[in-house]
Each structure stands twice: as C-alpha cells, then as structure tokens.
C-alpha cells in the first residue's frame, strides 16, 4: 500500500494545489505534501524485502496498476521524495505569477516520477512516464526565460520522438507476448528473432538515451536547463534524468540482453566521447548553468558507460551515483539560483570575490564543487570508484580515456570556483550578500548527505544491493 501511497499522494495534493486561490497557501500546501510523501518513502526504505502492489485497471488489454519497490525502486523513490522538499524550501522565497498552478505542476511531477520507478507494467510505466514529462513542459513554457518557447518546442521535439519510438516498442512487445499481457514478466518471456531483438533494442534505447542524455541526444539539455525555473531544472537535473538511466536497468537490459550485449561497445564509446565532449565544453563556458548543465552530461555518460559493462562492481556504482549526483547537481542549481536572483548575473567574468561578502555562500559551494569533482570522502567518491573500476575491466583503454574526464571535471569545477568565489570584490558582487535560512537550510541537509554517504556509502549499497543480485543472477 506504500508504493501506490507514495504516487497518490503528489498527484491528489497537485490536483488540490491547482484549486489553492493563494500564493502563499499553494506554496506551504506543497511543501507539507512534500514531506508527508518524503515520510511515506522512508517508511518504505525501512521496510524488509521488496513491497508491491497490485490491482485491476485495464484488463480488458492485459495491464494492470502493477507496482514493485525493490532496492533500486526504494532508492530512486527516495531521491525523489526527498529532493522535492529540498527545492520547495530553497525557492521558498520566490514569488510566481500563478503559484497555484506552478506548485500543481511541480507535484504532479513527482507522482509521475515516483509512478516510473516504481510501475511493473509497460503501459503503467508509459503512461507515468508522460506524466512525468507533461507538467515540466508547462513549467518550461510559462516560467521559463526569454527564449523559453524555442527551447521548449526543442524539448518537446526530442522527447515527443523519444515517446512515440517507445511506444512503437511497447505495442511490438505487447503483440508478441503469450497472454496479451503489457507485465514486466509477460515482456521478459517473448521470445523474439535476433532481428527483432536488435530493432526494439534501439527503438527503447534512443528513448531512454534522450531521457538521460547521452551524446548525441543531448542538445536539448543545456538550453532546457538554462531557460527553465531553476526548481524545473533542478527536477529535470537531479531526478528526472534518472528515468533514463533506471528504464535502461528495469527494462532494457532484461528485455534484450543479446541485443545489449551486441551494442555494448558502441554505446560505451558513444558515452565516454560525451563524457570527454561535454567537459572539454564545460571548460569553455562563462555561465555557472550551462556550466552545470554541461558537467551534468559527462557524468550521466560515465553512468551509461558503466552500465553496459555488464559488470556487477560497476552496476553497484551506477546505483550509488544516481543518488549521488541527484543530490549533489541540486545543491549546485541552488547557488547558482541564488546568485542570480543577488547579483542579475551568472557570468563568471562578471563575478568574483564571493567569499568576502557571503562566506557561508562560498563554503557551501566548495562541498558542492568538490563533491562534483568526486573527492573522497564526498558521496560521489565511491560511485565514481565503482564504476571506473566495472569499466577498467571491461576495457583498460577506454577507462583510461574516460579517466581524463575527471581531471577536466577538476579543471572546469576548481576553475569556477575560482572565478566566483576568490578574487577581488567588483561592482556587481558588492551587491552580494549572505545566503537566506531558507535556502541555507536546504543547503545544509544536501551537505549532511553528501559528508555522511562520503564516509559511510554502506547504507546505500545495503539498500541496492538485491537489485544488483537479481540482475546479475537472471544473466
């Protein structure tokens, strides 16, 4: 009952919010419903043993509300329960022309998000995946910046063809099952020639590539990022990319494995060119979001990489970064929000000096920036650790070409750093000042989780580890 409480809980709140006629009211609403929905997934994370749940709806057609919280589901559920309070605390300042419908929005997203992780049905998970994605279009297209239109009818381009490519695969599968079924189990059972196998492959995998991305599905994402409200973007940025990555380990890898096996070496060279891609273009940026945005890409590459290694060791580490860098591109979207709304700028060669006028500002980013790099002792350590480590032994050459993305990550991360916090106060920076308690509040509980999950990642791969096992065990 947990599970189908964790998804009705943002979508019946988000469809009450839409009716709230005060700003104020919609925005303390969200966030109350934010934390009951973070309470019920720490109940479900303490809970022994995977919990599911199982009802009637279109049996007409085969499907059913099917829904399953294994370690994986319970993990990502919990990165998405517990980010959204995170981000309606830090924009808890922020003033929004329609805030009824802005909050809305933002919760039906959650339920969409959380109903991904956790759906054992393909239409199930079809029909959240677009849950998912509608209200971030909107969020996008109303509250975004000046360019927010074009970028967000690139947006919709992207994942429009995404959607219908999955879609084609879905009904394909649906066919071709036994008992006309659209089950996790009905779907894994087909059997299907090699052709037909390599085709699917491809239609599901360009889906979920766009989702995450991977190069070279990835131009939409700098541009979303930095025209979409910086609560939208942290959304699509910490959580939403995850649903590429876990619809890859749900559902492609099990569906297809000849198929996977076959493409592996492609898609690992694909990824680690994006890694090396996307932090050469992070260097070269002045603007801390595309900055970010960009960073944001390398490391998902690393997490596509690593997953078809077929590698337990560098699946372990998939797991722990998904959660990892979820926390950690929020805390950085958090300065970087805040810094524009003090200084109307995110320019690096605008800014400098930081550090004299809000020490508490810079020394959050620095956990935040070391964190990005992956320093030990940080949470992204050992995800990284793991993952570098799977792809090591699958090939020592293209891990070490990947390697050289962690020096870049140090270089563009350090050198932001540098640029923002050190160095002479200027006649924009002077208008800096320290951060609120709202937005140091959530700051806080992000830096608390990446020092703690630094020094003890147990916990994590504790809670993972049974996903990783039937994974491997069902090869």
């Known amino acids: 009952m947990i599970t189908l409480l964790l998804i009705l809980t943002p979508l019946v709140t988000g469809l009450i919010a839409f009716f709230l006629k005060q700003g104020n009211a919609a925005k303390n609403f969200a966030l109350l419903a934010s934390v009951a929905t973070a309470a019920l997934s720490l109940s479900a994370v303490f809970a022994q043993g995977t919990l599911t749940y199982d009802a009637s709806w279109l049996t007409s057609i085969g499907s059913r509300i099917t829904l399953k919280a294994d370690g994986m ?28 419908s802005f909050y809305g929005l933002m919760l039906l997203s959650q339920a969409g998000l959380m109903g991904v992780f956790l759906a054992s049905d393909a239409l199930l998970f079809y029909f959240f995946w677009e849950l998912a994605l509608i209200p971030v279009y909107f969020l996008c297209s109303i509250w975004g910046g000046e360019k927010r239109i074009a970028v967000t009818f690139k947006f919709f381009v992207y994942t429009f063809v995404g959607s219908l490519l ?10 071709s099952t036994a008992d006309q079924s659209f089950s996790w189990q009905s779907f894994q059972a087909v059997q299907l020639s090699a052709k037909q196998e390599t085709v699917l492959f491809w239609l599901f995998f360009v889906a979920f590539a766009i989702k995450m991305p991977i190069f070279p599905f990835h131009t939409w994402q700098p541009d979303a990022y930095e025209q979409s409200p910086t609560a939208t973007t942290m959304v699509m940025s910490g959580i939403m990319v995850k649903m590429g990555v876990f619809a ?34 992070a260097i070269r940026q002045d603007d801390i979001k595309r900055m970010i945005a960009y960073s944001s890409i390398a490391h998902i590459g690393l997490m596509s990489a690593a997953m078809f290694t077929n590698n337990a060791t560098a699946m ?52 935040m920036a070391l964190a990005n790099v992956a320093l030990p002792l940080t949470n992204a350590f050992i995800g990284e650790f793991l993952m570098f480590n799977g792809l090591f ?58 020092l703690v999950f630094g020094v003890y990642p147990q916990p994590l791969l504790d809670l993972t580890g049974d996903s990783v096992s039937a994974i491997f065990v069902n090869k």
């Open 166 to 175: 999955m879609l084609i695969g879905l009904l394909f599968m649906y066919f």
């Open 73 to 100: 589901a319970k993990m990502l559920t919990l990165l998405t329960a517990v980010s959204f309070p995170i981000i309606f605390t830090a924009i808890y300042n922020n003033t929004y022309k329609q805030a009824a």
């Open 248 to 281: 890859v380990i749900r559902w492609l890898l099990p569906m297809f494995p000849v198929a996977a096996a076959q493409s592996a070496n492609l898609i690992i060279v694909l990824s680690v060119i994006g890694m090396i891609y996307a932090s050469l273009i």
């Open 393 to 450: 032994q699958y090939n020592m050459v293209m891990a070490a070409v990947a390697g050289i993305s962690i020096i870049l990550a140090a270089v563009y991360t350090l050198n932001m750093v540098q640029r923002v916090i050190y160095g002479n106060v200027n006649a924009t920076t002077e208008k800096a000042s320290e951060i609120p308690f709202n937005i140091q509040v959530a700051l806080v509980i992000i830096t608390l989780m990446i």
């Open 316 to 367: 372990e580490g998939v797991m722990i970064q998904m959660f990892s860098h979820g926390v950690n591109v929020i805390g950085l979207w958090i300065i970087a929000d805040l810094i524009e709304k003090q200084l109307g700028t995110t320019n690096m060669k605008e800014l400098g000096g930081l550090a004299q006028k809000a020490p508490v500002m810079a020394i959050l980013l620095v956990v």
